[in-house]
């Protein structure tokens, strides 16, 4: 007999450091889940991931237990780290922080197809595309 699920959690959380603190603790602890014990595999996981922010989708069952899969970063962060930027432009309109070239845009779309909705590589492209505009990065 499958478990009945109570909820589904999202947090965007930093690869093999998670910790108790905000956003976890209040998260998970209002569902009675025992915070370490997801903590402990998160690190465990993504340990090999450190520095980039993984997001973990958590499903909680009615008796308590929980199962997680992590996600690919998200496009952003991606972004950032292929131009090496700390933030995206306070102002994409008129302040450009950045070039993406089309090998660049192509990189980022065949790593983060998985988890789009979309399997034609053109269309992962346009929002990789969408994404970096949004930040104030040109496009080529």
Known sequence: MAKKIKTVIKLNLPA????????????????GI???DF???YNARTAK?????????????????FTFIT??????????KKLNLAKGSGKPNTE????????????IAKEKLADLNTDDIEQAKKIVAGTARSMGIDTE
Do not use: S, W
């Open 16 to 31: 093999g450091e998670a910790t108790p603190a905000p956003p976890v603790g209040p998260a998970l602890g209002q569902h």
């Open 34 to 36: 025992p915070i370490m």
């Open 39 to 41: 903590i402990k595999e």
């Open 49 to 65: 991931m450190k520095g980039q922010i993984i997001p973990a989708v958590i499903t909680v069952y009615q008796d308590r237990t």
């Open 71 to 80: 996600k690919l970063p998200p496009v952003a962060a991606m972004i950032k």
């Open 96 to 107: 450009k922080v950045g070039k993406l070239t089309k090998q660049m845009i192509e990189e």
